[in-house]
């Protein structure tokens, strides 16, 4: 995973997993950000959720002095197997 400096750029763009909750909703996680994480009632809740929970730990690192993460190449792809 790259690093940036600590200066916040004026966007930046991550990858965002949504799941359907057991108990209604969904829930998101970012996984280049791993403490980066909430869940909504609906889509469009989840995604406010995630890019605000993405926005304040962008600043905090950046108020931290500590690097923000740019994130790598990543992929995602579903495989079946015999059950």
Known sequence: MKVMKSR???????????????EGGYVAFVPAL??????????????????????????SLAAHGEEIPEEGRSFQGRVTVPV
């Open 8 to 22: 916040v750029p004026k966007a930046i763009s991550y990858s965002v997993f949504y799941e359907q909750a057991s």
């Open 34 to 59: 791993p403490v980066c994480h909430t869940q909504g009632e609906t889509l469009e809740e989840t995604e406010r959720n995630i890019k605000e929970a993405i926005a304040l730990y962008l600043e």
